[in-house]
């Protein structure tokens, strides 16, 4: 990141020392030295996490699709994970917290290597849009939406055509994915809506830590993925490949994913990552930008 980009970090970080009693008569190296011990405070985490968003919205469109095509096949080894270690776990009730932690493997992929997934977005660019609160940067964001949801999603059905149309797994495993994919279209409409939104809430959640985590980024990475897994919740990209690998084999059909999963599952994940992140978390620090 250049020096230019430091620059909201390190004035974030002055605000808040000179917020608190008695820092101003402190030295620059004792400042230093609280700073080395402490955690990010929440100004300096939106402010890296705007940077990087403002960013975003300048990406040229072909590297925006690139990325967001990178990503939705990367996110098709979630469903291969988690299939290969259902396949190999007995029938038991403790079962799916382990073969959960296959669903993580996606989005480690996706987030070290810095590829675009449209739920990660409906945090990064929306701190710009709520700091600058003007047209030009609505319409940035609708852009990156619509750019990285289409690239997204067509690697999702990509990547679950390969999986159900090749020889590379056998017939047990292609059963084993059928299996864990069946939860993605196995509820009414508000039902999916809902787990959408605790998805969306928890995908944006992690964006947020992620800044703060440091040497932790994969356990935070894994823990909050694996809580999506568990809990049945909705995530619009991961549950693509499960509901697009159900249309390949011919178990549902495309009114049936774009009704049952994409519909709710887009609103609710939105909702979740605007709602109760972006626009908690910017109103915490309005203040101290102020």
Same mark, same amino acid.
């Given at each position: &990141?250049?020096?230019?980009?430091?620059?909201?970090? $390190?004035?974030? %970080?002055?605000?808040?020392?000179?917020?608190?009693? #008695? &820092?101003?008569?402190?030295?620059?190296?004792?400042?230093?030295?609280?700073?080395?011990?402490?955690?990010?405070?929440?100004?300096?985490?939106? %402010?890296?996490?705007?940077?990087?968003?403002?960013?975003?919205?300048?990406?040229?469109?072909?590297?925006?699709?690139?990325? +967001?095509?990178? $990503? #939705?096949?990367? &996110?098709?080894?979630?469903?291969?994970?988690?299939?290969?270690?259902?396949?190999?776990?007995?029938?038991?009730?403790?079962?799916?917290?382990?073969?959960?932690?296959?669903?993580?493997?996606?989005?480690?992929?996706?987030? *070290? +290597?810095?590829?675009?997934?449209?739920? %990660?977005?409906?945090?990064?660019?929306?701190?710009?849009?709520?700091?600058?609160?003007?047209?030009? =940067?609505?319409?940035?964001?609708?852009?990156?939406?619509?750019?990285?949801? @289409? /690239?997204?999603?067509?690697? =999702?059905?990509?990547?679950?055509?390969?999986? /159900?149309?090749?020889?590379?797994?056998?017939?047990? &495993?292609?059963?084993?994915?059928?299996? @864990?994919?069946?939860?993605?279209?196995?509820?009414?409409?508000?039902?999916?809506?809902?787990?959408?939104?605790?998805?969306?809430?928890?995908?944006?959640?992690?964006?947020?830590?992620?800044?703060?985590?440091?040497?932790?980024? @994969? $356990?935070?990475?894994?823990?909050? =993925?694996?809580?999506?897994?568990?809990? +049945?919740?909705?995530?619009?990209?991961?549950?693509?490949?499960?509901?697009?690998?159900?249309? %390949?084999?011919?178990?549902?059909?495309?009114?049936?994913?774009?009704?049952?999963?994409?519909?709710?599952?887009?609103?609710?994940?939105?909702?979740?990552?605007?709602?109760?992140? /972006? /626009? *908690?978390?910017?109103?915490?620090?309005?203040?101290?930008?102020?």
């Amino acid at each position: &990141m250049s020096s230019s980009s430091h620059e909201p970090e $390190a004035k974030a %970080e002055e605000r808040s020392f000179s917020a608190v009693e #008695g &820092m101003n008569d402190l030295s620059s190296k004792q400042k230093a030295a609280i700073a080395n011990q402490s955690r990010p405070n929440a100004v300096l985490i939106h %402010e890296t996490i705007r940077v990087e968003g403002e960013t975003e919205l300048h990406r040229a469109v072909s590297a925006l699709f690139l990325s +967001g095509l990178a $990503a #939705g096949l990367s &996110m098709g080894f979630s469903l291969i994970a988690e299939g290969v270690l259902h396949a190999h776990l007995p029938d038991a009730s403790w079962a799916p917290l382990v073969s959960g932690l296959g669903y993580t493997v996606g989005f480690l992929i996706v987030v *070290l +290597g810095r590829q675009q997934l449209f739920t %990660e977005n409906t945090l990064t660019p929306i701190l710009p849009l709520l700091h600058n609160r003007d047209v030009i =940067t609505l319409l940035g964001v609708l852009r990156l939406w619509v750019i990285v949801l @289409v /690239a997204n999603i067509a690697a =999702t059905w990509v990547i679950a055509a390969v999986i /159900a149309h090749t020889s590379i797994f056998d017939a047990q &495993m292609k059963e084993a994915f059928a299996s @864990v994919s069946q939860h993605v279209i196995g509820s009414p409409f508000m039902t999916t809506l809902l787990k959408a939104v605790f998805a969306g809430w928890l995908i944006a959640l992690m964006v947020w830590l992620l800044p703060g985590a440091e040497s932790a980024r @994969v $356990a935070v990475i894994i823990i909050v =993925t694996w809580l999506v897994a568990i809990g +049945g919740f909705s995530h619009l990209i991961a549950g693509s490949v499960d509901a697009f690998y159900l249309v %390949e084999i011919g178990q549902v059909g495309l009114t049936d994913y774009a009704l049952r999963f994409f519909l709710p599952t887009l609103i609710g994940n939105v909702l979740g990552g605007v709602a109760l992140v /972006a /626009a *908690l978390n910017f109103g915490q620090v309005a203040p101290e930008l102020d």
